[in-house]
């Protein structure tokens, strides 16, 4: 199999989770996002990142290449089977998604790669927006899904989990925390998924991209 | 079984359409796009329609409450079983969603919606890019994945189907054609879907809604 991204992308670390805990082999292969040559566009027709490859089958979109891994991997599963949980797990997927991933996003975007990756400027109220009305607004709606132990459906960690920590982990490396006392149950929640093997070894690598980000020595060509 | 929306919007459609092709029992609650009040909210977190309940468990975005109803009511499938074909069929569900249905509801809120239901003026810029660009660019990608007969996936209409007309019965309802000549198997495909008796049924109780904004006796309030 094979992941076609970057590994800090929030999109393409869902699918590395996924098969980091299921204890799947792949390959990664570095595709930077919005990628629109035409070999690229064969593999994924809008140039969306991650794309993923298992022989000559190629598909895009996390949640779908998510779900492809699941049929064909059942062990280890990431999605419930009980149908009203499968739905609410969905659910969360979609909402990390559209509304938790563009504040994340906004953030990570402006005080990391902007002024670091393609020197230029940080758009600060974009960043405002993102920390003071998106964030606090999807977070105020997590804490209210989250789970006081273990993770959103059960003791095992799932896509549920996986789709709701990843944009927080770009958030994360521009410095923002999920402020304990106000979202308590979120901030235990992302510890907890962190911690899991398959992210600390993600983390780990993702780690050094940042690091040759910040030290100016990975920048736009 | 319960569908809260209006019928003329693209996703209520495809969540009417799986239900009248699954020959299923539903109770249709009219609520209009965008609806903040605390008792939808509750139902659907982000406002969206359509939202759906099963007796008290309720879930909202068209494409999970359809595999909702796929998992509960099995018989008459509308996604394929074969994991590439359900990988595929999800991946043409969300161009549809991302790429067609954008250029179809600017067509349809500007030159419909627009001026009979709001008395606002139509921002013609925005028909035009859709009719000129977004519509042509998405028809021509969608040309090359339409098959010569029968369905997307086969001899049967499935949630592929849906999802890639219901938008364009929008873009109809505001006199928009697909060129025959320029995307014939487009143009076939959509003519077998929407002749399905479940489309023919819900497309005569559409026209009832459009005829009443078109004539002005459905405004805003």
Not at 20 to 30: A, D, F, H, N, V
Not at 110 to 131: G, H, M, S, W, Y
Not at 173 to 178: E, G, N, Q, S
Request: glycine share 6%; hydrophobic share 45%.
């Amino acid at each position: 199999m094979k992941v076609y991204g970057v590994n800090i992308s929030p999109n393409v670390r869902k699918v590395l989770a996924a098969l980091e805990i299921k204890g799947l082999e792949y390959e990664q292969i570095s595709v930077l996002p919005a990628t629109k040559t035409p070999e690229f566009l064969a593999i994924s027709p809008r140039g969306f990142i991650p794309a993923f490859g298992d022989g000559d089958f190629h598909i895009s979109d996390s949640s779908i290449i998510i779900e492809y891994i699941e049929v064909m991997h059942p062990d280890t599963p990431l999605i419930p089977s009980n149908p009203q949980d499968r739905a609410k797990s969905r659910w969360l997927e979609e909402y990390a998604g559209s509304v938790l991933f563009p504040g994340c996003a906004a953030v990570f975007e402006e005080t990391v790669i902007k002024p670091n990756f393609f020197k230029q400027k940080t758009d600060d109220a974009r960043v405002a927006t993102a920390l003071n009305e998106t964030l606090p607004a999807a977070l105020d709606y997590l804490e209210g899904q989250a789970p006081e132990n273990g993770f959103f459906f059960g003791n095992n960690i799932g896509l549920a989990d996986i789709s709701v920590v990843s944009p927080i982990i770009n958030a994360e490396f521009a410095k923002f925390r999920i402020d304990e006392a106000r979202w308590p149950k979120m901030a235990a929640l992302v510890k907890r998924i962190k911690a899991h093997p398959a992210f600390a070894k993600l983390l780990k690598e993702e780690e050094k991209t940042i690091m040759g980000i910040i030290s100016g020595e990975l920048v736009a060509s």
